[in-house]
């Protein structure tokens, strides 16, 4: 039964990993494979916590953790936290090549809000494009990000950092005489 109850909270959380930045939808269909030096689950406050180099794979997903912790409530997964020096996660994106990539101190998702939290040195990078900053929020019904900076986070003036390069042009034909 325990295993049973590791398998349901893995897929929960990894299927909240899913959503941010149109990642591969098919990853959703895909087994949850964790590893991790030890794991404690109690069924009475329906906590599960991974801890000691926590790997979490599904299809093209894969986050790396110190710390998973995984909370269900009465529908499901309520919240998950991973923690780590730094925690870091790495997806292929839908209809694309691209993979989304990002780092921080903490990851916080909320199921109800669909929200998910990059909290302390966040830095997401998306092929050349990147954003940087002391937290990173994106809400994933609204495909709404916010960027936050703090002195001594991420640079020395604590302001957001943001690169996005030009998009390749296509070639024009040759005007006709």
């Known amino acids: 039964m325990h295993i049973l109850k590791m398998g349901i909270y893995a897929a929960l959380c990894a299927g909240l990993l899913v959503s941010p930045a149109h990642a591969e ?6 087994p949850v494979n964790i590893e991790a030096d030890s794991v404690t689950l109690d069924d009475v406050k ?3 916590v991974y801890a000691g180099n926590v790997i979490l794979t599904q299809g093209t997903l ?3 953790a110190d710390r998973i912790q995984a909370t269900q409530n009465a529908t499901g997964l309520d919240k998950l936290s991973a923690v780590g020096r730094p925690v ?4 292929k994106l839908d209809d694309s090549e691209d993979v989304i990539e990002g780092v921080s101190d903490r990851i916080e998702f909320d199921s109800v809000t669909n929200q998910i939290e990059l909290i302390g040195q ?4 998306r092929g050349s494009d990147e954003l940087r900053g002391a937290r990173i929020s994106y809400n994933a019904n609204t495909g709404f990000y916010k960027v936050v900076g703090q002195p001594n986070a991420t640079d020395p003036t604590g302001r957001v950092r943001a690169t996005i390069l030009p ?3 296509a070639a024009q034909p040759a005007a006709q005489p």
């Open 25 to 30: 939808k098919a990853d959703r269909d895909k």
């Open 88 to 91: 870091a996660f790495r997806q």
């Open 167 to 169: 998009k390749p042009r």
């Open 46 to 48: 329906k906590i599960s």
């Open 62 to 64: 894969m986050l790396r």
């Open 122 to 125: 966040a830095h997401l990078q």
